[in-house]
């Protein structure tokens, strides 16, 4: 009798397996909802009516803004922050998950005060089909950078945080806003 329990437990344990994995496809056939396809893509390749080209060029360029060094239990300290995107062509686009757009471009990210924090090569992100929002997350030598990029009237503006435990620097956590930025609720 515990011997066909067993059997009973295991069969019906079996038919609820099939039940949910199908349920995770869809009754018709599509790849589980999981399943997230990558590719290159051409630099003029359009994506929903956007190339990459377009996308890079809408965000070269330097790019400045007010930049707040956070010093813990002292006054904070004012700089600016100059973050400096270039078009490299020797990487190719990625289309992410069909619907996230990925290029490589050069960074140089100086402070007015400091000098240069970082120089190398970085992903920037955006949804693909636009040419209003991009992002970069950076994990450098000195700081890392989560920088969000807003196209408004035709400009860049640029807000979001940099981490440092680089002795050298006033503070561990600095905040940067461009003005249109920081009024939308921009830099972190």
């Known amino acids: 009798m515990a011997m ?29 909802s999981s399943t997230c396809v990558n590719r290159t893509l051409e630099l003029d ?6 190339t990459a080209n377009e996308f890079i060029t809408a965000f070269d360029g330097v790019h400045v803004a007010p930049l707040v060094w956070n010093v813990s239990g002292a006054a904070s300290i004012e700089d600016a922050l100059t973050l400096e995107l270039r078009r490299r062509d020797d990487t190719a686009p990625l289309l992410e998950c069909g619907h996230t757009l990925e290029v490589s471009m050069d960074l140089a990210l ?31 030598e000195r700081v890392t950078l989560e920088a ?14 940099l981490e440092t435990s680089d002795g050298a620097l006033p503070a561990t956590r600095a905040t940067f806003a461009s003005a249109a930025a920081a009024a939308a609720g921009g830099g972190g």
């Open 4 to 32: 066909r329990s067993a059997w009973q437990w295991c069969g019906w344990g079996g038919v609820l397996l099939i039940a949910v994995v199908g349920c995770l496809g869809g009754q018709t056939g599509q790849p589980l």
């Open 45 to 50: 390749e359009a994506v929903q009516g956007v």
């Open 110 to 140: 100086t402070t007015r005060d400091y000098g240069v924090l970082e120089r190398r090569g970085v992903v920037v992100r955006g949804d693909a089909g636009q040419l209003e929002e991009a992002s970069i997350v950076m994990h450098g």
């Open 148 to 161: 969000n990029l807003e196209i408004t009237n035709g400009e860049v503006r640029i807000s979001g945080t």
